[in-house]
């Protein structure tokens, strides 16, 4: 069965520049959700997005942005990276109303120097 | 807000044993549903088990099964004839059914010995 695809899996920064993690959900699933795990860290939810729209927002710092497109697929823009942006940035998407099925990404790594 | 504590932060069982994660959580919310997560040390987040707050009897997924317990707010997680390849971390996440969010609890690292 198809799974949530985020690219890249890898990703080394340094500090103040940019980056753009893409995720792409399920066949079928309309909404996205973000969450970043640091280090030793339970995973944090940044933001969600259904229909292209916010659904709801987390701890997502204001130097970070996101959106969902036409075709389902989301991106996370990340601006003015700190050190302390190096983390696991996972992509889940479900079935709007089914919430309570998120299906994670394998994760991007982000790593800041 | 709510909160999950998982208060064992290690654990350890010996291979083909049965071992059992803890997870409670707080809550003033009538409806919910409770997660376990396995994270394999290559990264990725499994999805093992699901239990509605409002579901009658405690789910079971083949080896996993969830001890809901709603009056003391505990979801904890079972796993029988534990494998070595269960060896990972283990976390507990709560939703509530207003909200998007999943709220993951710190995890327990669970080690299985041969």
């Known amino acids: 069965a198809a799974g949530v695809i985020q690219s890249p899996r890898h990703l080394i920064k340094e500090k103040r520049e940019t980056a753009t993690l893409k995720c792409y959900p399920i066949?079928?699933?309309?909404?996205v959700y973000w969450y970043q795990q640091g280090p030793g860290q339970d995973p944090q939810f940044l933001i969600s997005f259904y229909e292209k729209m916010q659904s709801d927002k987390g701890s997502i710092p204001d130097r970070f942005s996101a959106q969902q497109f036409s075709d389902y697929h989301s991106e996370l823009n990340m601006s003015s990276l700190e050190l302390g942006d190096s983390a696991l940035y996972f992509c889940?998407?479900?079935?709007?109303?089914?919430?309570?099925?998120?299906?994670f990404g394998p994760g991007t790594r982000l790593t800041v120097t | 807000a709510q909160k999950i504590t998982q208060t064992q932060p290690g654990m350890f069982v010996q291979e083909k044993e049965a071992v059992t994660l803890d997870c409670t959580y707080d809550?003033?919310?009538?409806?919910?549903?409770l997660f376990w997560y396995k994270q394999p040390s290559s990264g990725e987040m499994i999805f093992l088990i699901y239990q509605g707050s409002y579901d009658q009897q405690n789910a079971t997924e083949g080896r996993y099964s969830l001890n809901f317990q709603k009056a003391r707010k505990s979801a904890n997680l079972v796993i029988s004839a534990s494998q070595l390849g269960d060896s990972a971390m283990y976390f507990c996440a709560f939703k509530g059914a207003g909200s998007y969010q999943l709220t993951f609890g710190k995890g327990t690292k669970l080690s299985v010995i041969p």
């Open positions: 809550t003033s919310d009538p409806s919910y549903g």
């Open positions: 066949p079928r699933h309309d909404t």
């Open positions: 889940a998407s479900s079935l709007q109303g089914r919430s309570y099925e998120q299906y």
